[in-house]
């Protein structure tokens, strides 16, 4: 029976059933129940709202009275008996359903009814906080459109690969830039000191719908965004599944996409993605491909190769710059030197020299060895004494 179909009157009322008349269905009424079920939500603690999820989802379907045990909510709330028998009298007073004992007996059960347009906003707003809702042993009721946009978060959109119209979650809404939301998704992730895997939640959930365009623009373009990230890493989570890769994941399959390598994707690359990482965590490695951290590592070292070679060439062209400035310098000693001093450097030369240039290359070596590399050597000397306040030259004069 559809709430807003009916008179709408405030929560607390015991008898929903009676005061919902199926009078006006107006907006102005779905916006009061939705305030009131909003209000409500935000009230009751982590635990109220797993055990009213928990009870909603055991439903077969939302359009029937059916019987539960509510004490069995404690294991798929993962609660105590107390907890829950303290919060299902709540739900009750709020509006989600009405509850009467069964006609054999408490221990066979309460007979459940749900006012399914209430309990689908609740599911809504439980879904866009924790990002999945629970197994109650896989008790669903069938899919309608709002309970699709509860329990998925999808919107039909046009493939761009096949053209044809398939669910995939939507993207539009970037909800994660709300500070107090992401805060409150962390802590249910863990209760006390961050490890690895926590913190590379944050860093997931944290990125926005611009910051993840920006970074995975062909993805985007597939309407995969912070909403698959969400509900990847919950699920993984959930399960104790490393979520590690995803990042590195999300850069291999922008890869693929530039590169025209994704996989043949029937329900689109969107789905495929979905599927891919939120069962396995990791996606395929195709040849060529780098993470950002290899590719910056692989440019390093590039960019280090490429220094050390600009050093050898500095050091070459030093060094050729040092030969020329010395060979200028042989040149002006040499034409300094009368034939009579060269004959005698000649004959200072154990082996015979009979070509000119024999001649240069001996000469030169003389001139290197005893002219040039004492000339360095008394320069420096007489830099030394001049530091030291000798005013004197540190080396004797060489006479040739």
């Not at 709430?3 to 059933?17: L, M, V």
């Not at 059960?109 to 309990?119: F, H, N, P, Q, V």
């Not at 866009?128 to 042993?137: R, S």
């Not at 939640?201 to 985007?220: G, V």
Request: proline share 4%.
């Amino acid at each position: 029976m559809n709430a807003t179909a009916r008179k709408y009157e405030p929560q607390g009322s015991s008898n929903y059933s009676d005061q919902y008349q199926a009078s006006a269905d107006t907006d102005h009424l779905r916006k009061l129940m939705r305030r009131d079920i909003a209000g409500f939500y935000n009230r009751i603690s982590v635990t109220g709202k797993r055990i009213l999820a928990a009870l909603i989802q055991a439903a077969p379907t939302m359009n029937e009275p059916f019987t539960y045990v509510v004490t069995k909510l404690q294991f798929p709330a993962r609660c105590s008996k107390l907890s829950v028998l303290r919060t299902i009298p709540r739900g009750e007073e709020a509006g989600l359903f009405s509850r009467v004992d069964h006609e054999s007996g408490r221990r066979h059960g309460s007979i459940i009814t749900l006012y399914k347009e209430r309990c689908e906003f609740f599911l809504s707003l439980y879904k866009q906080e924790y990002g999945l809702l629970l197994d109650t042993k896989h008790d669903r009721y069938p899919v309608t459109n709002a309970v699709l946009a509860a329990k998925q978060a999808v919107k039909p959109y046009q493939s761009k690969a096949e053209g044809n119209s398939v669910p995939q979650p939507d993207t539009n809404a970037d909800r994660y830039k709300n500070p107090v939301l992401l805060d409150r998704q962390i802590k249910n992730l863990s209760g006390s000191e961050e490890n690895e895997e926590e913190r590379w939640a944050r860093r997931l959930l944290s990125i926005s719908t611009d910051e993840f365009q920006i970074l995975w623009p062909r993805l985007h373009d597939e309407r995969f965004g912070p909403d698959q990230i969400r509900q990847i890493i919950q699920h993984r989570l959930s399960f104790n599944e490393t979520i590690l890769d995803i990042e590195n994941s999300l850069h291999a399959a922008e890869w693929e996409l530039e590169h025209e390598t994704f996989p043949e994707a029937r329900k689109g690359h969107c789905n495929y993605l979905f599927a891919t990482l939120k069962n396995k965590g990791t996606w395929r490695r195709p040849v060529g491909f780098l993470t950002p951290n290899e590719q910056a590592l692989a440019n390093a070292k590039k960019e280090k190769a490429i220094i050390r070679e600009l050093q050898e060439l500095d050091k070459k062209k030093s060094k050729e710059a040092d030969m020329a400035a010395r060979d200028e310098k042989f040149e002006v000693w040499l034409a300094e030197q009368t034939p009579e001093e060269l004959q005698e450097i000649d004959e200072l030369c154990s082996m015979p020299i009979s070509t000119e240039a024999t001649k240069r290359s001996w000469r030169k070596s003389y001139w290197n060895k005893n002219i040039n590399r004492n000339a360095t050597r008394n320069q420096g000397a007489r830099h030394v004494s001049f530091r030291s306040g000798q005013g004197k030259a540190g080396t004797a004069r060489i006479k040739i």
